[in-house]
């Protein structure tokens, strides 16, 4: 079955820097374009970004463009964020997402999601 | 971008009461619209894609419809486990933005 496990949240002061990680497994990683989505305390959920398939194409929310960087290496199944001058505004629970199907982004599949904190 | 908004941010109805959530776009999206529920602690289930199209394992009485700006989520007969907050999600093209979210509860 489809697993998608994030790690690399934690406590972290504004400005410095952070990488999650989201391991993949259950399905073949490289036909699918993986995204990452957030949930700040008690608030809704907001799309960060997405990365094709192959790595070629990269999206971001306005929110984080400039700061955050998207990748994948799908010789170890792994998505990742690289989350650059972090803001207080940044604290969430972060989720990589799998699309139901190849084509088509929404999310069938989740991780159980990492917890960033940005706080001095 | 394409705005989404949801109405209303939170309803209350009986047990066995037609919900209805509403999701408009700022523009056009075509049917290229999902619905999410997330009940308290735990991730977001996908509901509906497509506008209308039932994913697999989700109960009958969740239904949507609607195409181009407005959208709606209707449970036809509200039962104690739909108590959750439910949002839309464009996914025509970057960025794939959410609706701010419905949180329904019984009354």
């Known amino acids: 079955q489809v697993q998608l496990v994030e790690s690399g949240g934690g406590v972290v002061q504004p400005g410095r820097s952070l990488r999650l990680s989201c391991a993949a497994s259950?399905?073949?990683?490289?036909?699918?374009?993986m995204h990452w989505v957030r949930q700040a305390p008690g608030k809704g959920l907001e799309w960060v970004a997405v990365i094709s398939y192959d790595g070629s194409n990269k999206y971001y929310a306005d929110s984080v463009k400039g700061r955050f960087t998207i990748s994948r290496d799908n010789s170890k199944n792994t998505l990742y964020l690289q989350m650059n001058s972090l803001r207080p505004e940044d604290t969430a629970v972060y989720y990589c997402a799998r699309p139901l199907w190849q084509r088509g982004e929404y999310f069938q599949h989740w991780g159980q999601g990492t917890l960033v904190t940005v706080s001095s | 971008d394409i705005q989404m908004i949801q109405s209303p941010s939170s309803l209350s109805a009986s047990v066995g009461d037609r919900v209805t959530i509403t999701c408009r776009a700022s523009?056009?999206?075509?049917?290229?619209l999902a619905w999410y529920q997330q009940k308290p602690g735990k991730v977001p289930k996908l509901l509906i894609y497509?506008?209308?199209t039932l994913q697999s394992g989700v109960p009958s009485r969740f239904s949507g419809s609607g195409s181009g700006t407005d959208f709606t989520l209707t449970i036809s007969s509200l039962q104690p486990e739909d108590v959750a907050t439910y949002y839309c999600?464009?996914?025509?093209?970057?960025?794939?933005?959410f609706g701010p979210g419905t949180k329904v509860d019984i009354k």
């Open positions: 497509a506008a209308s």
């Open positions: 999600q464009k996914y025509n093209s970057a960025p794939f933005t």
């Open positions: 523009q056009g999206i075509s049917n290229y």
């Open positions: 259950g399905f073949t990683f490289i036909t699918y374009a």
